[in-house]
């Protein structure tokens, strides 16, 4: 991905870590349908009350710059709770309200597809097995 085809940003911007949660952004396996305000989170360890509003935070904070779309990597998550989930559901909230972009998860693990899948908030937000089929579905 050339630096002239997408938002400038590099990895010290994005990259941060609190209690049991890293963040990095993701700079492998871009497919090359990916939107230049795309912005592919890998995000390790657990989303909880401690972690989920340094989370938010960047997230919104990366929105203020110009992605509107944001797509997470959900593979190395071990756990999720309601206030992780309801990280998920302002950011969506957010873009909805924005009137464009959109947020995709891909490659959750079979727990955490489990709790998605509980609590219904796959019927709200986008979830795919990879980034390029997340990036195909949201940003098309």
């Not at 909230?93 to 998605?116: D, E, R, T, W, Y």
């Amino acid at each position: 991905m050339g630096t002239g085809d997408s938002l400038n940003l590099d990895g010290e911007e994005v990259d941060f870590s609190i209690n049991e949660l890293q963040v990095v952004l993701q700079k492998d396996g871009v497919p090359a349908n990916f939107p230049k305000e795309g912005v592919a989170l890998r995000i390790s360890g657990e989303i909880n009350l401690y972690s989920a509003h340094a989370l938010k935070e960047k997230i919104f904070e990366l929105i203020d710059k110009g992605f509107i779309y944001v797509f997470v990597n959900m593979e190395n998550i071990r756990y999720i709770d309601s206030s992780g989930l309801a990280v998920f559901m302002s950011t969506h909230a957010k873009l909805v309200k924005n009137g464009k972009g959109g947020i995709a998860m891909f490659s959750p693990s079979s727990q955490v597809n489990k709790i998605l899948e509980l609590t219904k908030l796959k019927s709200l937000i986008r979830v795919t097995a990879t980034l390029e089929d997340a990036a195909s579905i949201i940003a098309h």
